[in-house]
């Protein structure tokens, strides 16, 4: 199980076709993707039963190939199925597996639930009803497997009504879910709604709240490749899955695991390396490499920010204070402010000190305004060659255009406003819409959120793994602004100092905890750059 961080992110068509240029059958490669699986699943599940609930496709396809092989290693599992196996390679793997397949709709829950109802394959909701179709009695029964796996499944110590479902018989909550979330998921379904006052039965309930109530009953939730009811590129939850503790992603990362609101179903993603080759221009944000100062170091060598300071000083001090916490060996702040930290200079704001060749990035935008006096500042700060970091209202009151023309190296770090704002709207997904916006403007866009993606004008892509829901609050976004500053100032290329300020931005945040306020993030920093 590898770690996603600095690993290529493929499409659902990038991996068939990576899958396509092994020259390998899809049973080999699923007969190694089941194997993996199976031994992931077994050192998560320890000797609890696991139940995996098989798709009509390869994603179920690689659940029975891991049924079979736990078993052969002396797993308890149960398998259920929605539906007969519609690829040959499925089918095989289908064939493979001799034990009991229990219809999905009527399976009861287990310990552990194995998700490998749809992978990279899924293209609609989940919204048709989950009918039962196989019951079937063991085609090779004994002749392979250990008597713990021939004999029907123990009767259910689950509670087999669907309310209340949500905590297991001996009385504790699932290990993943709140009760309050455990309620939320199990939300009246539309079917049951169509019939007013008629208790859905287990057979009528869609596969999505069947998928819920195996889920909440369970301790352990483990998605095959993706939890069921994501699309695979954008992000889109089709039909919202339960939260899954952990999901195996075969082969590389998808962008579903990373794209809100898919990434936040996916619990810990991580891959499995089943022995395709895989390339990509997009990848995981990685820890940076940084340099550490030698004794040769001096102030300048570490790198000069300047920042422009406009009509809301406190944003410019939060990205003064995180250029200095992330590392840069002098920061100034430009305007008529005043305070601590006393490291910090502060000057009046002059074209001639905007003039200092030893400035190595201009920070502009956080809390610039957009008054006439804005635009002159703004307007003063593309007079000269700095490399720039556009931030907040200064993205308010430039174009891709003028960005593109300003003709030196430049970092765009819009929250989604301000991104439709300066790029447009748009259905596409968000690193469609990043990479196109970062070859608009000829500079590295850094797209904020829960899933931050930044993207080169040559099409390299980084996402950031999620951080922190923690960081939605005031001034975050100028500690973010002020860390890439100190990074573009430290010479590094724009686009690793994009990924490097995002980095140390989400390592601080992540290191905080609940309810801290920006002022602690850009502190934080420098615990954050301490760790590399
Ligand atoms: N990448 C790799 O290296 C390897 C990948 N492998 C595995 O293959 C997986 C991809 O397999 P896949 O292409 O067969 O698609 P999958 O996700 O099983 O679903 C397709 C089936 O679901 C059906 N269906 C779709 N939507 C539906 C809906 N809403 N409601 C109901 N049905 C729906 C669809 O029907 P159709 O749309 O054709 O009517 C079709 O029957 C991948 O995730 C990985 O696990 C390994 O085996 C080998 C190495
Ligand atoms: N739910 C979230 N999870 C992770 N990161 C978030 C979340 N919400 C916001 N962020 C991050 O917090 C920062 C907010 O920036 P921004 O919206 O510009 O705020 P401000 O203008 O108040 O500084 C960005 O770096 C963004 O990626
Ligand atoms: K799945």
Not at 408 to 416: D, E, G, Y
Request: net charge neutral; hydrophobic share 45%.
């Amino acid at each position: 199980m590898i770690r996603p961080e600095g690993r290529p992110v493929l499409t659902a068509a990038q991996m068939r076709a990576a899958e396509e240029a092994t020259g390998e059958s899809v049973s080999a490669l699923m007969e190694r993707a089941g194997t993996a699986i199976a031994v992931a699943v077994r050192r998560l599940a320890s000797s609890s039963e696991i139940l995996i609930v098989c798709g009509p496709g390869n994603n179920g396809g690689d659940g029975y190939v891991a049924a079979r092989v736990l078993a052969e290693r002396g797993a308890k599992v149960r398998v259920a199925a929605l539906g007969d196996p519609k690829t040959d390679a499925a089918k095989a793997a289908r064939a493979g597996w001799s034990g009991p397949v229990e219809a999905f709709a009527d399976a009861a829950p287990a310990p552990i639930l194995v998700d490998a109802l749809f992978g990279t394959g899924l293209t609609r909701p989940l919204d048709e009803p989950a009918t039962k179709t196989t019951n079937t009695t063991p085609a090779k029964a004994g002749a392979q497997l250990g008597s713990a796996i021939d004999s029907p499944p123990a009767s259910p110590i689950w509670a087999p009504a669907f309310a209340g479902v949500g905590t297991v018989a001996d009385g504790r909550p699932p290990l993943n879910r709140s009760p309050a979330e455990a309620g939320a998921q199990l939300k009246p379904s539309s079917n049951s709604a169509r019939h007013p006052g008629t208790p859905a039965s287990a057979r009528e309930r869609p596969i999505v709240e069947q998928l819920h109530h195996l889920a909440t009953a369970a301790h352990l939730t483990i998605a095959i490749d993706l939890p069921s009811g994501l699309a695979t590129d954008t992000g889109a939850a089709l039909s919202p899955p339960p939260i899954f503790d952990v999901t195996l992603a075969l082969g590389a990362a998808k962008p579903s695991h990373l794209l809100q609101p898919a990434a936040r179903y996916c619990g810990e993603v991580r891959i499995l390396d089943i022995a395709i080759p895989v390339t990509s221009d997009t990848h995981v944000l990685d820890r940076p490499d940084l340099p550490t100062p030698g004794p040769d170091a001096h102030k300048y060598t570490r790198g000069m920010v300047a920042i422009i300071a406009g009509a809301m000083p406190g944003a410019s001090d939060l990205a003064a204070l995180a250029a200095m916490h992330a590392g840069a060996g002098y920061v100034t702040l430009l305007g008529d402010t005043s305070g601590p930290p006393h490291a910090l200079v502060r000057a009046p704001f002059s074209d001639h000190a905007l003039a200092n060749d030893r400035i190595g990035a201009l920070v502009v935008g956080p809390g610039l305004g957009r008054s006439d006096e804005a635009r002159s500042l703004l307007q003063s700060a593309l007079a000269t060659n700095h490399p720039l970091v556009l931030d907040g209202d200064a993205l308010r009151l430039l174009t891709p255009d003028r960005i593109a023309a300003s003709n030196r190296p430049a970092i765009l770090t819009p929250h989604a406003g301000e991104f439709d704002a300066l790029f447009g709207k748009s259905d596409a997904d968000k690193i469609t819409r990043t990479r196109a916006a970062a070859k608009a403007a000829n500079a590295i866009v850094v797209f904020k959120g829960a899933d931050t993606v930044i993207a080169a004008p040559d099409g390299r892509v980084r996402i950031a793994p999620h951080a922190s829901d923690w960081l939605s609050t005031a001034g975050t976004g100028d500690v973010l602004a002020g860390a890439i500053g100190a990074m573009l100032a430290a010479r590094l290329a724009p686009f690793d100092a994009a990924a490097a300020g995002v980095w140390l931005h989400a390592d601080a945040a992540r290191r905080l905890g609940p309810a801290f306020i920006a002022d602690e993030l850009a502190l934080a920093l420098r615990k954050a750059r301490a760790s590399l």
